[in-house]
């Protein structure tokens, strides 16, 4: 039988070094790493360490510290266990070879410091029948607009470079959003537009405000770029903190603000007054990210008349379509001209181009699948909310935050039923929080079930 190591895939084909525990494995390789991880770990930040062993099925907080690997964890007692079991196995390796020392010492000396301690961007990893981590749309094309799209693909190009500006595709979001075609820049999803943004408008302060909690990529790519993130926890409703944001405005006077509303993971939308709050504020560029504004029908493109600072973003990843990447950059011509210096010329490639045209010709599905959706959300959150212990968040976008009693033990118990959704657990606010999106009625059914099932014994 092959067995793949749980952290790198490896089967034991390749490795017959594989030490394996319930249902979990992990070879010679990975557990020389992990322990040097661990050792990391140890001089740090011990939450890092926090969680569930899948070797031991144990929670551990303390002296004990778990490695979260791709699908499964594991503490530094099953790595002292599983060196002892692997028959031949060399302790006296480690990852610091010379090779690896002068990697390191290639890598200390050319990365910078921010980056080297970044986290990098963590998405869905743990391949589950119903699939409800990612915040995309359960629905695919359907067949007529799944035949016209092949037809288009057919007579593409392949040899040749896309249309740099996208011009066809941009005039189709022009006449759909009736903002001019000259105030739309296209990114090989939204993403790539943040990186933009912050490439372009980072010449003041250098420094960048966002709400916390919210989505990881505003934080992640400003530090990336050298640039100074600021962060204002958001109030006790998820809200955005009015005093505190404009303090910070006042005295750092950062050059980007990002809002994210709906905001991730929390799902709620900033109220009205607030945002315009900011963007009448703040002397530099506030961002408001709207992925996920089409689950509530809210938008703020028509204040990028009033406000020359504003700046809108929305994708179409969340609709139907995130396997294109492609996002979409509402603003005044002033700023889009800055921001249209930095863009590769060919960031959205000849098939997205295409299949995005053909999709905006042929709309009314879409709207059928977000209203779909929505009704979904209402109905799962009504479900939760009867189910004792969880606390569920109300939503306006394609998911929900929830807090449950145990999130790491809720989130691996839902993966052993075939069910993946988010787990966010960290201290603060997101403390024992998972987000689960919506998926199709029966997904959604399965999840409610599996949910019931899994807590209901803590409160028998
Ligand atoms: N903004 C927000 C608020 C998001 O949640 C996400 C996706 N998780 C994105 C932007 C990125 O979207 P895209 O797929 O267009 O890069």
Redesign the pocket.
């Known amino acids: 039988m092959v067995i793949r190591c749980s952290f790198c895939g490896v089967s034991s084909e390749k490795s017959q070094k594989i030490y394996e525990r319930k249902g979990y494995s992990v070879c010679s390789d990975c557990l020389i790493l992990v322990r040097e991880i661990l050792a990391e770990f140890s001089k740090g930040e011990v939450f890092q360490g926090r969680g569930r062993c899948s070797f031991c099925g144990e929670e551990h907080s303390g002296e004990r510290l778990v490695f979260r690997g791709k699908n499964a964890k594991i503490c530094n007692e099953c790595v002292r266990q599983g060196e002892k079991e692997i028959k031949g196995f060399d302790s006296t390796a480690a990852v610091s070879s010379k090779k690896s020392r002068g990697e390191d010492g290639l890598v200390n000396s050319r990365v910078r410091k921010a980056i080297r301690d970044l986290s990098p961007y963590t998405g869905p990893e743990i391949e589950c029948p119903i699939k409800l981590d990612g915040?995309e749309s359960p629905f695919t094309l359907p067949p007529d607009v799944l035949d016209k799209v092949l037809a288009a693909i057919t007579k593409i190009p392949i040899n040749r470079y896309p249309d740099p500006g996208a011009v066809g595709l941009r005039r189709k979001l022009s006449q759909i959003t009736g903002f001019p075609l000259e105030g739309i820049v296209l990114g090989n999803?939204?993403?790539e537009l943040i990186a933009m943004l912050l490439i372009t408008f980072s010449g003041g302060s250098g420094k960048v405000l966002v709400p916390m909690p919210t989505?990881s990529?505003f934080k992640l790519s400003t530090v990336a770029l050298g640039l100074e993130p600021l962060s204002v926890q958001l109030d006790r409703y998820f809200d955005i903190d009015l005093g505190k944001m404009l303090k910070v405005l006042k005295y750092n006077n950062p050059d980007l603000t990002f809002l994210?509303s709906p905001n991730?993971p929390t799902g709620n939308s900033y109220s009205e007054d607030r945002i315009v709050g900011i963007i009448e504020n703040s002397k530099g560029v506030v961002v408001i990210?709207e992925?996920?504004t089409d689950f509530c029908g809210k938008s703020h493109l028509p204040l990028i008349d009033k406000y020359e600072n504003l700046v809108v973003?929305r994708?179409m990843?969340k609709v139907g379509f995130?396997g294109i990447?492609l996002?979409i950059l509402f603003a005044r011509n002033h700023l889009v001209k800055e921001i249209n210096k930095v863009r590769l010329p060919y960031n959205i490639n000849l098939y997205s181009q295409r299949i995005a045209e053909v999709i905006l010709e042929n709309l009314s599905f879409v709207g059928e699948n977000i209203q779909l959706v929505t009704r979904e959300r209402e109905r799962v959150f009504k479900q939760l909310k009867k189910i004792p212990g969880i606390e569920a968040f109300p939503s306006d976008a394609n998911f929900i935050l929830m807090r449950v009693i145990d999130a790491e033990a809720v989130h691996q118990e839902l993966i052993n039923r075939g069910i993946i959704v988010r787990n966010f657990n960290s201290p603060g606010r997101l403390e024992n929080c998972l987000r689960v999106t919506i998926g199709t009625p029966g997904e959604n059914d399965s999840f409610i079930r599996a949910l019931e099932e899994i807590v209901s014994p803590q409160f028998s």
Do not use: I, P
């Open positions: 915040n999803g939204s993403d989505f990529m994210a991730n990210d992925a996920y973003l994708t990843s995130a990447r996002g």
